[in-house]
């Protein structure tokens, strides 16, 4: 196990309303990431937070948000969910932002959202 | 554009043979490559990460290469186990802390 952790495991909710998924990052690491996944696809950049702060971002419309908590721990919220937006989120801490680093970069289990 | 492309789509072996999975990226500037396996379900686990000078790093049975001027990558997987069977994903990052995901190559390995 990586010591990532995701919550919830499965969420099932109704196009239109607002999600909120968890990820607690590994101890000491400061930067948190969140990727989509669809079915069958690779993971799709969507944010990264390093220290509290938005550090990338990627294709991804305003009504995904995010924030990071002091004890690095962080949330990803989705507002006025759609179809498309079913898929696996996965979230990976790392001890520094991993772009530009050969740091390792450990993912969580993933959360299984379905909007129906 | 940013691209990582990886072949082949799935790929079916039988136990105890070798395979190589093909990653062919054209992002830049380039600042490293990864290579992840994800089982069914699960979040991606990182086998090995290359930076621009390195261009063969191996972790079991797990060897990979890359050829920076090419801009290719390639994981082989040596004397498969049934264990191997999995999504082998290349990651590639970027303009300092942009990272490209292929689709992944599906393996299955059959007794």
């Known amino acids: 196990e990586t010591g990532v952790t995701q919550s919830p495991t499965h969420l099932i909710k109704t196009r239109g309303q607002q999600v909120t998924l968890r990820c607690s990052s590994q101890s000491g690491h400061n930067t948190v990431s969140w990727y989509q996944q669809a079915l069958g696809q690779g993971p799709q950049f969507i944010f990264q937070y390093y220290r509290e702060e938005e550090n990338g971002r990627g294709n991804f419309p305003p009504r995904f948000s995010g924030l990071q908590f002091p004890n690095y721990s962080s949330e990803l919220n989705v507002n006025a969910l759609e179809l498309d937006d079913s898929a696996l989120y996965l979230c990976a801490s790392s001890l520094v932002p991993t772009g530009h680093s050969s740091y390792e970069q450990y993912f969580g289990p993933g959360t299984r959202l379905t909007v129906t | 554009k940013n691209q990582v492309e990886q072949s082949p789509q799935s790929l079916i072996i039988l136990e105890g043979k070798n395979c190589t999975l093909q990653c062919n990226y054209t992002v830049s500037p380039f600042s490293n490559l990864r290579w992840y396996k994800q089982d069914t379900g699960r979040g991606p686990v990182s086998l090995t990460i290359?930076?621009?000078?390195?261009n063969t790093k191996s972790n079991g049975r797990y060897t990979a290469t890359l050829d920076a001027d090419t801009k290719q990558s390639s994981l082989h997987i040596t004397a498969s186990q049934l264990s191997d069977s999995a999504s082998y994903i290349c990651?590639?990052?970027?303009?300092?802390?942009?990272?490209?995901f292929g689709a992944g190559t599906r393996l299955t390995v059959k007794p």
């Open positions: 990651v590639v990052s970027y303009n300092n802390n942009d990272m490209r």
């Open positions: 290359m930076t621009f000078s390195e």
